[in-house]
């Protein structure tokens, strides 16, 4: 992940770590002559949440938000398919305009945490892997602004703490395939597979329910509710079957052939 981090920062230079305790001053709004303009020229990666609120803010598929508005890149020493926004023929995101972000209040998580950079490592509980730093583009006056923020104080503020809850199980695949890689190479079905599983929402409940899943796997009556009502409950159970069956030792086992 650390090489994400680096392209989206933009920086030369090895970042310098926060902690959530961390201090720093921010504010954006209208009234700054830089106002969007971080919205452009930049590489914006897409968990499977944010694409969740988007095609839901959008009321379209997750197969056509796919399509319309992202392209695939490959994720370093992995090789496991990441999506990135496609930005507008004028290089900037294609939801800004000069009135500010359309769709803010399902904006994607690396915005939300816009200043602040993040990185991510191993860790068993939501938050402990993950670590901090700023980013000050030359551009940008917010730093300017007298507010003041602890890294923990604009996580709650922009509610990033309900993403990480959400993705907690796919940025685990991400670290636990990094930790292995170059020893486990995804093939181009695996990759199929992820990409499925991470972000096609849509085409993976019909995979669940509209095929033979549910006799070729255990999964219990109260996950099979859920999972049917709940489409981010779905989510979150695609990301821990996908674990089983890329690491071995799954939550949802194959039943027994008789």
């Known amino acids: 992940m650390d090489d994400i ?86 290089g900037r995101c294609p939801f800004v305009t000069e009135d500010g972000c359309t769709i803010y209040t399902d904006r994607p998580v690396v915005c939300r945490y816009y200043p602040i950079g993040f990185g991510l490592m191993k860790s068993n509980h939501i938050g402990e892997g993950d670590f901090f730093f700023p980013i000050k583009e030359s551009f940008c006056l917010g730093y300017r602004e007298e507010k003041r923020w602890t890294v923990r104080q604009w996580r709650l503020s922009q509610e990033i703490n309900i993403y990480d809850d959400v993705n907690k199980f796919w940025f ?16 181009e079905k695996s990759q199929r597979l992820f990409l499925l599983c991470s972000y096609d929402i849509d085409s993976f409940r019909r995979f669940v329910f509209e095929s033979r899943f549910l006799k070729a796997y255990v999964v219990d009556t ?37």
Request: proline share 6%; with cysteine.
């Open 172 to 187: 685990d695949i991400i670290l636990s395939k990094k930790a292995m890689a170059p020893k486990l190479v995804p093939d």
């Open 222 to 258: 109260d996950t099979i509710k859920k999972i049917k009502e709940d489409e981010v409950e779905l989510l979150k159970f695609g990301h821990r079957w996908l674990r089983g069956v890329l690491f071995g030792n799954p939550e949802y086992p194959k039943r027994e052939q008789g």
């Open 5 to 90: 981090i680096m392209r989206l920062s933009k920086s030369p230079y090895a970042p310098v770590k926060m902690s959530l305790d961390s201090e720093f001053s921010f504010m954006c709004h209208r009234g700054l002559e830089c106002f969007t303009e971080c919205c452009g020229k930049i590489d914006i990666f897409l968990t499977p949440y944010d694409i969740v609120r988007l095609k839901r803010r959008l009321r379209t598929s997750s197969e056509e938000f796919i399509s319309r508005y992202t392209t695939v890149a490959e994720l370093k020493e992995t090789r496991l398919p990441l999506l990135m926004l496609r930005m507008a023929d004028n």
